[in-house]
């Protein structure tokens, strides 16, 4: 549920959204408070906080979650192979 919410977040340099881009790594609830793991698609991101601000705000719209805390992380570092499958299919026939 949170993953499909999560969807609706596009990162607007890329036009992909934050799920299937490989953005997010780890989602854990516990009662009303989810914990998001992620990263970005580089430390020098200039929308890092526009994405964050995204996943925290569509967290908390969620019926019965209240809090949202994301969690930033480096290690591993994003790459193009974090990507879905599916989303690199349709990168790859549009570029071929």
Do not use: Y
Request: aromatic fraction near 4%; include cysteine.
């Amino acid at each position: 549920m949170l993953r499909a919410r999560l969807r609706q977040l596009i990162d607007p340099e890329l036009g992909l959204n934050v799920v299937d881009l490989g953005l997010i790594r780890k989602i854990e609830v516990v009662g009303s408070t989810v914990t998001v793991t992620m990263t970005l698609t580089s430390p020098g991101c200039p929308i890092g906080e526009v994405l964050i601000d995204g996943v925290r705000n569509l967290v908390t719209a969620t019926p019965g979650l209240t809090d949202a805390i994301v969690h930033l992380v480096w290690d591993p570092p994003w790459s193009p192979s974090d990507i879905s499958p599916t989303t690199q299919e349709t990168l790859n026939s549009t570029f071929l």
